[in-house]
């Protein structure tokens, strides 16, 4: 990299002159929705995301996912045979029908696919992300287990896709994710959120249907037997710009 350019090996340039720079700011949400309600939330939103398009990636998944229908299968593809057992190890994770230890399992997603951010990374990222944030929402949920993975993993990525999912981990990520995750857990959904959800299923080729699949997957913590149903403790999500680090969705 020299000054505001990327340079690849096969000779691609990539200018990162006009990209927006990282810019935390609060997106300021009614009180979220008790957590019974969410289930019903993320059913419609998989539905709408289905009839907006062809899923691609390991969007493949969503449906399977929204109707907890994990178990072992194969698929046609070669990233998504390899994907789907960690996939699915991570949805009973969340649920909690296997212990937080089996978290380490994603590490095996790190670098999955082809792209700049390789399928597995967004899915992971996605997943993180969500509970990230339903953990701060709802505080009686409990909060993401370590992944040494993250470390682990990095020499099976790239360093901007490794950069994009640490920041995901952290709660950080672009716009229209925050605005569909935050748009599920609010009492009123903002009047933009298909348009969000359009927005972030137009990302690159398949990254906005891979974060969106990590995020279903993810909500499938507000299911977990014995959680309380309580309303959330405070009503604010942090977001960022859209294009930290000049992030570029090529996959």
């Known amino acids: 990299m020299e000054e505001d350019t990327l340079f690849f090996g096969s000779g691609l340039r990539v200018s990162l002159g006009g990209a927006p720079t990282l810019g935390r700011r609060s997106i300021v949400s009614p009180r979220g929705l008790p957590l019974g309600s969410l289930a019903s939330r993320r059913s419609a939103l998989v539905e709408t995301a289905l009839a907006l398009g062809s899923p691609r990636g390991l969007g493949v998944f969503l449906p399977a996912i929204a109707a907890c229908r994990c178990s072992l299968r194969s698929w046609s593809d070669a990233t998504l045979n390899a994907a789907w057992p960690v996939v699915s190890e991570l949805v009973s994770v969340a649920v909690g029908d296997s212990p937080p230890s089996r978290i380490h399992e ?90 969000a959800l359009r927005r972030l299923l137009a990302l690159g080729h398949s990254t906005g249907w891979d974060l969106l699949t990590g995020a279903v997957a993810g909500l499938g913590l507000s299911a977990r037997p014995g959680v309380p149903v309580v309303s959330p403790a405070f009503d604010r999500m942090p977001a960022t710009q859209e294009g930290r680090h000049g992030h570029q969705t090529t996959h």
Request: hydrophobic share 40%.
């Open 106 to 195: 994603a590490g095996r997603l790190i670098g999955l696919g082809p792209g700049l951010t390789p399928s597995g990374d967004d899915f992971l990222g996605g997943f993180l992300f969500t509970w990230h944030h339903l953990h701060k929402v709802y505080p009686s949920l409990p909060g993401v287990p370590r992944l040494n993975g993250l470390r682990a993993g990095a020499d099976r990525t790239n360093a901007i896709s490794l950069a994009w999912l640490r920041d995901l981990a952290q709660g950080e990520g672009v716009t229209p994710l925050h605005e569909v995750v935050e748009g599920l857990i609010g009492r009123v959904s903002p009047p933009n959120l298909q348009n």
